[in-house]
């Protein structure tokens, strides 16, 4: 049975820093697609930043040059360092993954990704 268990979530104050983590079990991340999103009360779930199989990225307008995507496949464990954190990044965070060798990248279609984890939240108070 495939489980993604992030950890990592806390509360901080706005301009501190976070490091999400998504290990994998019953699962590797070699020849996948990794994402995380996040999704605050009353909203959609949104794609944050995401990460292809050959190792590009890319990230959502709102978090880009603040955030980074990254995994260890040795560990089987994918990353979100969290820079710079403003109030309007609190939410609930997921990461999500599918075997993509050969396929397109959708990485940021919540569709498209075949396991989820249960979340972690974060917390940013100004």
């Known amino acids: 049975q495939v489980r993604l268990v992030e950890s990592g979530g806390d509360s901080v104050q706005a301009g501190g820093s976070l490091r999400l983590s998504c290990t994998a079990r019953?699962?590797?991340?070699?020849?996948?697609?990794m994402g995380w999103f996040r999704q605050a009360p009353g909203k959609e779930r949104e794609g944050v930043a995401a990460?292809?199989?050959?190792?590009?990225?890319t990230y959502a307008s709102s978090v880009r040059g603040r955030f980074a995507i990254s995994k260890d496949n040795a560990e089987n464990t994918l990353y979100l360092q969290m820079n710079s954190l403003k109030p309007e990044d609190t939410a609930m965070y997921y990461c999500a993954a599918v075997r993509c060798l050969g396929v397109g990248w959708a990485p940021f279609r919540r569709d498209w990704y075949n396991y989820w984890g249960q979340g972690t939240q974060v917390t940013v108070s100004s």
């Open positions: 019953g699962y590797t991340y070699d020849r996948s697609c």
């Open positions: 990460l292809a199989g050959d190792g590009r990225t």
